[in-house]
């Protein structure tokens, strides 16, 4: 268990956050600058907040109240700093038993094999820092942070200092071994794919405070305003106004068209009639109309819309599509009114390359309504 | 010819560099990780040594130490007499010298990445511990270098020496002193040998410096 309440003041920037997680891995999500790494460096001692206590498992590492504030030195946390910080002039095996220091020789050097036998590192123990590729430099940063068997790991940004490609497969290994060491742990990015791959628990900051603490799924399906859909980088976060809005169903008034959404039975929401309301819907989930199966059947197709293509991308597999609306008026996003996504089959199916004018529906359970 | 000035260069010059060592890594470590009121006053006063003519600095410093002074006066109380000794001689050559220990070391400390000293912390390292297992063994060629500079400039010293030591021969008579008796009385050749002398040790030293720098660690 983590529990953390936190006020650090500086002139021009104030972290004020309040979560906690029973969960093994927090991610701590938001834009840079939101306060991320400073709550990491409070967790682990290496600033002390003005106010606020911290929590993790039994132990208070620190009260303001109660005047208590533990040295990093008795917080026992891993802490893999971004990019890593290994120390230059040790070689791996070095740093890797840097924090046994405490231990029987013999005892420092059988915890270092365990772990550099656990991470893979074998062969490397008398490389330093410097000629090791990135992924081995990330390993051997957990190595030294887990060698301590820390009360909880902390995270940062432990993807941002590789290229691309070896993102991806060191994000994968990086979930493998936060769950086979099964260290509770706190992971910050600003990459919202990277914090639903690697946490359970999701924490979205900004601007210094906590917008939204959910598990991952309920982030991703429920973000709680228009603020954290903008932050997870929704595509076609519009708004409208309520039409009508009872516990089922919110009808919403957009471009001259009146959309109807589910309205979550979990969250009911319902605003009075006539205010704004922010909503999004995923550009994978609307439907181009066949032009070859007949008319369109409302019963079966609801929220019908009609479009032009105004520009495209190909991403390999899928294709965006940017339509707008043939209702008269501003379109609602820049040049455009909606973002689709297609698979490329569907793409060449279609012949979309020709055809630039479709009919859309969008299941009613596909547009969510975000509370103001 | 008489080689007793050398020796006692060589002894000054060690004894003062150890000592500058000795204060000057930890006020450059304070200058380079903390900030506290009087800092750049601090700062300031750790140059002011550099700038200043070295007789003005001795005249102050025999002021202080001289038997009138209030510390000449504490250690006379102690039995022991500074001004005009060897050591007044090594006194002079610390003060000389040990804004560059400080300097060079201060800019040493500071390249050190502080990600790696907190690092060093979280893996459970007291603050001694973090120094001599990670600030000193990244920074160690600056404070060498700033070492071998105040050797430099310790053997080299004249203005202050001359005042607070005298120029006793056989008694404080140090190697740049003897030169410039030497020619004085016109004995070209003694001062032409210890000269060579002189060039030969820092010559030998600054090559052996820039030997060491091309080591890593």
Same mark, same amino acid.
């Given at each position: 268990?983590?529990?953390?309440?936190?006020?650090?003041?500086?002139?021009?920037?104030?972290?004020?956050?309040?979560?906690?997680?029973?969960?093994?891995?927090?991610?701590?999500?938001?834009?840079?600058?939101?306060?991320?790494?400073l709550t990491l460096q409070c967790l682990a001692g290496l600033i002390r907040p003005d106010a606020g206590r911290i929590v993790v498992g039994e132990r208070v590492f620190f009260d303001a109240a109660a005047g208590i504030d533990l040295p990093p030195q008795q917080r026992r946390i891993g802490y893999v700093f971004q990019g890593y910080?290994?120390?230059?002039?040790?070689?791996?095996?070095?740093?890797?038993?840097?924090?046994?220091?405490?231990?029987?020789?013999?005892?420092?050097?059988?915890?270092?094999?365990?772990?550099?036998?656990?991470?893979?590192?074998?062969?490397?123990?008398?490389?330093?820092?410097?000629?090791?590729?990135?992924?081995?430099?990330?390993?051997?940063?957990?190595?030294?942070?887990?060698?301590?068997?820390?009360?909880?790991?902390?995270?940062?940004?432990?993807?941002?200092?590789?290229?691309?490609?070896?993102?991806?497969?060191?994000?994968?290994?990086?979930?493998?071994?936060?769950?086979?060491?099964?260290?509770?742990?706190?992971?910050? +990015?600003?990459?919202?794919?990277?914090?639903?791959?690697?946490?359970?628990?999701?924490?979205?900051?900004?601007?210094?405070?906590?917008?939204?603490?959910?598990?991952?799924?309920?982030?991703?399906?429920?973000?709680?305003?228009?603020?954290?859909?903008?932050?997870?980088?929704?595509?076609?976060?519009?708004?409208?106004?309520?039409?009508?809005?009872?516990?089922?169903?919110?009808?919403?008034?957009?471009?001259?068209? +009146?959309?109807?959404?589910?309205?979550?039975?979990?969250?009911?929401?319902?605003?009075?009639?006539?205010?704004?309301?922010?909503?999004?819907?995923?550009?994978?989930?609307?439907?181009?109309?066949?032009?070859?199966?007949?008319?369109?059947?409302?019963?079966?197709?609801?929220?019908?819309?009609?479009?032009?293509?105004?520009?495209?991308?190909?991403?390999? +597999?899928?294709? +965006?599509?940017?339509?707008?609306?043939?209702?008269?008026?501003?379109?609602?996003?820049?040049?455009?009114?909606?973002?689709?996504?297609?698979?490329?089959?569907?793409?060449?199916?279609?012949?979309?390359?020709?055809?630039?004018?479709?009919?859309?529906?969008?299941?009613?359970?596909?547009?969510?309504?975000?509370?103001? | 010819?008489?080689?007793?000035?050398?020796?006692?260069?060589?002894?000054?010059?060690?004894?003062?560099?150890?000592?500058?060592?000795?204060?000057?890594?930890?006020?450059?470590?304070?200058?380079?990780? !903390?900030?506290?009121?009087?800092?750049?006053?601090?700062?300031?006063?750790?140059?002011?040594?550099?700038?200043?003519?070295?007789?003005?600095?001795?005249?102050?410093?025999?002021?202080?130490?001289?038997?009138?002074?209030?510390?000449?006066?504490?250690?006379?109380?102690?039995?022991?007499?500074?001004?005009?000794?060897?050591?007044?001689?090594?006194?002079?050559?610390?003060?000389?010298?040990?804004?560059?220990?400080?300097?060079?070391?201060?800019?040493?400390?500071?390249?050190?990445?502080?990600?790696?000293?907190?690092?060093? !912390?979280?893996?459970?390292?007291?603050?001694?511990?973090?120094f001599w297992s990670v600030t000193l063994p990244l920074a160690w060629r600056s404070v060498l270098a700033g070492g071998v500079l105040a050797f430099c400039r310790a053997?080299?010293?004249?203005?202050?020496?001359?005042?607070?030591?005298?120029?006793?021969?056989?008694?404080?008579?140090?190697?740049?002193?003897?030169?410039?008796?030497?020619?004085?009385?016109?004995?070209?050749?003694?001062?032409?040998?210890?000269?060579?002398?002189?060039?030969?040790?820092?010559?030998?030293?600054?090559?052996?410096?820039?030997?060491?720098?091309?080591? !890593?660690?």
């Amino acid at each position: 268990m983590v529990a953390v309440e936190l006020v650090k003041r500086y002139p021009g920037f104030t972290l004020d956050v309040r979560w906690r997680a029973e969960t093994s891995v927090v991610g701590l999500f938001g834009p840079s600058g939101a306060g991320k790494t400073l709550t990491l460096q409070c967790l682990a001692g290496l600033i002390r907040p003005d106010a606020g206590r911290i929590v993790v498992g039994e132990r208070v590492f620190f009260d303001a109240a109660a005047g208590i504030d533990l040295p990093p030195q008795q917080r026992r946390i891993g802490y893999v700093f971004q990019g890593y910080a290994l120390f230059p002039h040790l070689t791996v095996e070095e740093n890797i038993g840097f924090g046994l220091s405490d231990r029987s020789r013999g005892e420092r050097a059988r915890r270092s094999a365990e772990v550099i036998e656990r991470l893979g590192l074998g062969g490397f123990e008398r490389r330093y820092p410097r000629e090791l590729s990135g992924g081995q430099r990330q390993r051997v940063a957990l190595g030294r942070a887990l060698a301590i068997d820390p009360a909880l790991l902390l995270l940062d940004e432990p993807l941002s200092a590789l290229d691309a490609p070896l993102r991806r497969t060191l994000r994968d290994e990086l979930r493998e071994t936060l769950t086979g060491w099964s260290t509770p742990a706190v992971v910050v +990015t600003h990459d919202f794919t990277e914090a639903y791959r690697l946490a359970d628990r999701i924490v979205v900051y900004e601007s210094g405070r906590v917008i939204q603490s959910a598990p991952r799924a309920e982030l991703l399906w429920q973000p709680a305003s228009e603020t954290v859909a903008r932050i997870m980088s929704l595509k076609n976060v519009l708004r409208g106004t309520v039409v009508k809005a009872t516990p089922d169903r919110i009808q919403i008034s957009w471009r001259g068209q +009146t959309l109807e959404a589910v309205n979550s039975p979990t969250r009911s929401y319902l605003p009075p009639p006539m205010s704004p309301i922010a909503f999004f819907i995923r550009p994978e989930y609307v439907r181009l109309i066949r032009k070859d199966r007949g008319a369109p059947d409302p019963q079966h197709h609801m929220n019908l819309l009609s479009g032009r293509l105004v520009s495209e991308a190909d991403f390999g +597999t899928v294709w +965006t599509l940017r339509l707008r609306l043939d209702a008269p008026g501003e379109p609602a996003q820049g040049a455009f009114d909606l973002e689709v996504e297609v698979p490329h089959l569907v793409y060449e199916i279609l012949e979309i390359e020709r055809d630039r004018h479709w009919q859309l529906s969008i299941h009613r359970g596909s547009i969510h309504v975000l509370p103001a | 010819m008489d080689l007793f000035p050398v020796w006692l260069s060589l002894r000054v010059a060690l004894t003062a560099t150890a000592l500058t060592l000795l204060i000057g890594i930890p006020v450059a470590l304070l200058l380079a990780r !903390r900030r506290f009121p009087g800092r750049n006053v601090l700062e300031a006063a750790v140059v002011l040594p550099l700038v200043l003519p070295p007789t003005v600095l001795g005249y102050y410093l025999l002021l202080v130490i001289g038997n009138r002074g209030p510390v000449g006066r504490a250690l006379a109380a102690l039995g022991v007499e500074l001004a005009f000794t060897w050591g007044a001689a090594v006194l002079a050559a610390c003060v000389g010298s040990i804004a560059l220990v400080i300097k060079s070391a201060q800019a040493g400390f500071e390249s050190v990445d502080r990600q790696l000293e907190q690092a060093a !912390r979280t893996l459970g390292r007291s603050e001694w511990s973090v120094f001599w297992s990670v600030t000193l063994p990244l920074a160690w060629r600056s404070v060498l270098a700033g070492g071998v500079l105040a050797f430099c400039r310790a053997l080299g010293e004249f203005g202050i020496t001359l005042m607070v030591a005298g120029n006793i021969p056989g008694r404080t008579q140090t190697l740049p002193l003897a030169i410039y008796d030497r020619v004085q009385a016109a004995q070209m050749d003694e001062a032409n040998a210890l000269a060579l002398i002189a060039v030969a040790a820092v010559v030998v030293l600054l090559f052996g410096l820039s030997r060491l720098a091309r080591l !890593r660690y």
